[in-house]
């Protein structure tokens, strides 16, 4: 990513939220109102982010005045790169009691980059963390970020009886990009997850 980019992520609240409503969902313009009314930002604050996003080349203005819209430029150069940056960073909010192997992931076709405006965020949780914080008025998150959510929610011993067993489902997902939202890489816990060699 451009310097320009990456500190947009960087800097305020307030920038990630924006950046986070209108790179999830691209085809879906916003007002300045509706991003106050998602995020509960200060009207002010809320215009200085969109100005930043704007200056980053991440996100274009469409019409003036009352018609005066806020969406986001795929072909900026940065575009995946950022949106799954701030996607992971509104999901990252919501982990907390990562313990032993365990870990949150983006998988499928939006990490892929090859999803389509009405398709899901699918999500991979493994192992133990707080779920019910994980959850706490999820739909309030994906009205923020204009997408259905598909969660995947796997116990650690869960993970290793279906790895073992050869599910064919994790062995796509695991061979498939994905995206860290936190924990270790996914290969990582599909190797803890593997048999132990057999003592020669």
């Not at 983006?106 to 133990?128: E, H, N, T």
């Not at 190797?191 to 020669?200: D, E, I, N, T, V």
Request: hydrophobic share 45%; net charge positive; glycine share 8%.
């Amino acid at each position: 990513m451009t310097r320009s980019s990456t500190s947009a992520l960087l800097g305020s609240e307030t920038l990630p939220n924006v950046l986070a409503s209108l790179l999830a969902a691209p085809t879906r313009p916003l007002r300045q109102a509706d991003l106050i009314t998602y995020w509960s930002h200060h009207k002010l604050a809320g215009q200085r982010a969109l100005e930043r996003a704007v200056a980053t080349g991440l996100v274009v203005r469409q019409g003036k005045g009352r018609a005066l819209r806020y969406v986001a430029s795929t072909t900026a150069p940065d575009y995946y790169a950022a949106r799954e940056l701030a996607v992971c960073a509104k999901l990252r909010d919501r982990v907390s009691g990562l313990r032993g192997h365990s870990g949150a992931y983006i998988f499928g076709s939006f990490a892929a980059r090859s999803d389509l405006p009405d398709s899901d965020i699918d999500v991979l949780l493994v192992g133990d963390l707080d779920r019910p914080a994980f959850h706490r008025d999820f739909w309030q998150l994906e009205m923020r970020l204009g997408r259905s959510i598909n969660v995947v929610d796997y116990s650690w011993d869960e993970f290793v009886q279906r790895w073992r067993g050869g599910s064919a489902f994790l062995e796509t997902v695991v061979a498939k990009p994905s995206v860290v939202v936190a924990g270790p890489q996914l290969a990582e816990l599909a190797k803890a997850a593997a048999p132990a060699p057999l003592a020669a």
